[in-house]
């Protein structure tokens, strides 16, 4: 009879100490109760749905770099991953030859180091913060230092093709003068020397950074591709060696 | 009248006695459920902690699947078409300064040397004119151009032009005109 009646008191004490010192804490302590670790979990799942979503996005954005091949080679003509100071020789000799004026000399010069840092076009910066994989990319360019002879069209037609060019460049300097012989004399025609910065965008050795923008997107957009096509009418010409080996070197 | 008392007393007591024990009953369901509740939280914990490894796990695979080979390749593209677009806006075709120049000169004058540089995006024309009235003219015209945002010049001298044009053996006053291009 005396259980019975200590009975209830105890239990709803005992309940009570249960509720306080073991559910309450196990339920949410601010560290690792259910509440902080569901809050946990349901985090993780959003990381992870958000990677599965940029693993697929991915795969389409890649898939869409094969597919495209017309784009995707406009864009890596118009940057190249190298400064192929060959191909700028032989673009502005071909130019040259095509729009009538003399080429009198052609010198490329291979930059190393990035473009006018303070120019907004010269770094793609890492917007995320993420030190360890760093999307920021620096672009180089390779001076093109070009001397020719010919009337005022002629120049002026080679200036435009070399803009017209399928691969970037930019004026960086151009000066148009009258030519003169060896005694000082104008000879009519006109002399152009030009500095020309061709573009180009090494492939980054660092690994990709997962919150990079790029792959919250499925798919690229090409228009700049086409704004390309429909601006640069004037292809590379396309490079090759026919023949090559000889006894001396030293003999033509 | 007095009250009567017709409940015995041992009707009393089993009544007193049947109530505790249902309290006593639902006390002890109410214990027992918070028992319950105590060892499903800490089973939900174990469980939830699994499902945090788990989707880590997950996580870090495919994170490192992520940062190598397509991911690469796709960032690099991107950067090449950020590049791009940024750059054809920058870009200038000089044809088209040349043009300008072109429809800008006023007769009687004329250029000895064409200078474009791109850094502070001048032009430098060294010019010529049959007169101080040509010069004056010519530099007007630059500056009624909206073609430029500044234009500045007005130092001249005189010259024997040996350049040709049909103007042999004239003296010509030379001048130099900056243009800012907008």
Known sequence: MKIKI?????????TIIMLIWFIYPAYTNGTDGFKEERAKLAD??????????KASNIDLLYSQLQTDKDNHDVILSYLPEEAKEEDIINSLSSVAGNTGVVPMTISVSKSTVAVDPTSPAAVVPDTTGNPAGSSSASLMEADASCSVTGNYDQIKSFLDAAYRLERFD??????????????????????????????????????????????SSSSFNMKIAQDIKN?????????????????NPFSL | MADINLVSESVRRDSSSSRMNTGIIVLFVVFVLVLALYGALLFLNKTTDSQIASNKQQFDSEYSGLVQGNAKAVIDFQNRLDFTS??????RNVKGDLETIEKLMVPGAFLNEYKYDNTGKTLTLNCAGDSYNTVAKQILS????????DVSGGQTSNSTSGTGEGINGQTMITFVVTLTLK
């Open chain 1, 6 to 14: 200590l009975m209830p008191p105890l239990l709803i004490v005992v």
């Open chain 1, 44 to 53: 993780g799942q959003s990381k992870l749905d958000t990677i599965k979503t």
């Open chain 1, 170 to 215: 930019k004026v960086v300097s151009l000066d148009i003068k009258k030519s003169a012989d060896a005694s000082g004399k104008s000879t009519g025609a006109l002399e152009a020397d030009v500095v020309l910065a061709f573009d180009f965008l090494k492939k980054s050795p660092t690994a990709a950074n997962v919150d990079d923008p790029v792959f």
């Open chain 1, 231 to 247: 601006r640069n009418n004037v292809g590379m010409p396309i490079l090759n060696v026919d023949q090559s080996g000889r006894g």
């Open chain 2, 86 to 91: 940024k750059s054809i806006i920058q870009s």
């Open chain 2, 142 to 149: 630059f500056k009624k151009s909206t073609y430029f945002s």
